[in-house]
T-cell receptor, first 113, second 112 residues
């Protein structure tokens, strides 16, 4: 079974631009969660989607948004990029809602210049 | 406020040594997970502990969940260079708050 895939793996953007990251969960998994990882703050929860609905949201500004499609694939979007948005963005999938066993993808490394 | 404190932040040891890393919180979790993350990769789940006082062994790794379900430790016996990585603990409140709360991790380097 293929693992969680994320595209692109690396991305360079400039301040003020927007970016869309993509995540394909493990086949059969219906829940997708997104995390931001930085050296200073560690891994921080962004949001969780289950059956195309956002179930939980972390403490991030409205510039961060996401969605999930009927095939469970998910995208997250960051608008009006700031330097502080430079981070590794990780996607994790799990079988069902509130499933505690999450499987992580390799992440998308975003650099904002 | 960091809900999960991991210590030490950095650890550099020689192959064959033993080590223990800690994960502490003032919150009670329904479960706690340990992950290892290697550079350029996402975290990989090592173990989930659920019951207070629970001890789980995974080859040379021993995980313990505190009796009050607020803290956990990971002990590695006879560390090997392949154990090098970032060790993360993550707590879950369960139920409708199923998202994980992560510590900042312990960066372990095992030198041959």
């Amino acid at each position: 079974k293929a693992g969680v895939t994320q595209t692109p793996r690396y991305l360079i953007k400039t301040r003020g631009q927007q970016v869309t990251l993509s995540c394909s969960p493990i086949s059969g998994h219906r829940s997708v969660s997104w995390y931001q990882q930085t050296p200073g703050q560690g891994l921080q929860f962004l949001f969780e989607y289950f059956s195309e609905t956002q179930r939980n949201k972390g403490n991030f500004p409205g510039r961060f948004s996401g969605r999930q499609f009927s095939n469970s694939r998910s995208e997250m979007n960051v608008s009006t990029l700031e330097l502080g948005d430079s981070a590794l963005y990780l996607c994790a999938s799990s079988v069902g809602q509130h499933q505690e066993t999450q499987y992580f993808g390799p992440g998308t490394r975003l650099l904002v210049l | 406020t960091q809900l999960l404190e991991q210590s030490p932040q950095f650890l550099s040891i020689q192959e064959g040594e033993n080590l223990t890393v800690y994960c502490n919180s003032s919150s009670v979790f329904s479960s706690l997970q340990w992950y290892r993350q290697e550079p350029g990769e996402g975290p990989v789940l090592l173990v989930t502990v659920v019951t207070g006082g629970e001890v789980k062994k995974l080859k040379r790794l021993t995980f313990q969940f505190g009796d009050a379900r607020k803290d956990s430790s990971l002990h590695i016996t006879a560390a090997q260079p392949g154990d090098t990585g970032l060790y993360l603990c993550a707590g879950s409140y369960g139920g409708s708050q199923g998202n994980l709360i992560f510590g900042k991790g312990t960066k372990l380097s095992v030198k041959p």
